[in-house]
């Protein structure tokens, strides 16, 4: 029994993967299918989520580091050091699609206290840009793998790794234009 378990787990796994690599998204509601044609495309093979047995994410990593997919080398931020009003991080934040009630994570939906919290950390505009871009990359690839992340403190860990990468990827975008 057990056997047969491990075996209908890993055809599970097997199948998400094969989805995922074609970057397929069978969806139940309009709205969710509606969310994943919105999102940042060919990021499945860079960004993994990783899941525990209950669905909820564990982990986020890069995999392929050296890698920015041109669709996300555009969304990038150009140099701009200006603070931010809170109206101005509402488009930002609106924009990134951080005000979508998602499907699988609608908890992590923002409200008008998560303007307030970035006015209050008083960054630059293309931080906050690229802050907003790597919420907005691990909530789209835990919409397409159905990946449940609990909280917002818990969203902001796991797109630690992808700021990191994104952060890299910008100040090689710079270089590059000298």
Not at 34 to 43: K, M, R, T
Not at 144 to 158: E, M, N, R
Request: charged letters at 25%; aromatic letters at 8%; a positive charge.
């Amino acid at each position: 029994m057990k056997s047969a378990r491990q075996a209908l787990q890993r055809n599970r796994i097997a199948v998400l993967c094969i989805i995922i690599g074609l970057g397929l998204a069978l969806q139940s509601q309009s709205n969710s299918a509606e969310q994943v044609n919105d999102a940042i495309p060919s990021l499945e093979r860079v960004i993994c989520i990783e899941r525990n047995n209950s669905g909820r994410v564990t982990a986020v990593t890069v995999e392929d580091a050296a890698s920015v997919p041109a669709q996300l080398s555009d969304l990038l931020p150009q140099r701009d050091n200006r603070k931010l009003g809170k109206e101005e991080i509402r488009a930002l934040a609106t924009k990134h699609r951080l005000f979508t009630e998602w499907n699988v994570n609608p908890g992590l939906c923002y409200q008008g206290g998560d303007i307030s919290y970035w006015f209050e950390h008083d960054l630059v505009a293309w931080k906050l840009e690229l802050e907003f871009l790597a919420r907005r990359i691990v909530l789209e690839q835990a919409e397409l793998t159905k990946g449940t992340i609990p909280t917002q403190g818990d969203l902001s860990a796991y797109s630690r790794t992808v700021y990191s990468w994104l952060y890299k990827a910008t100040a090689k975008k710079w270089a590059d234009k000298k």
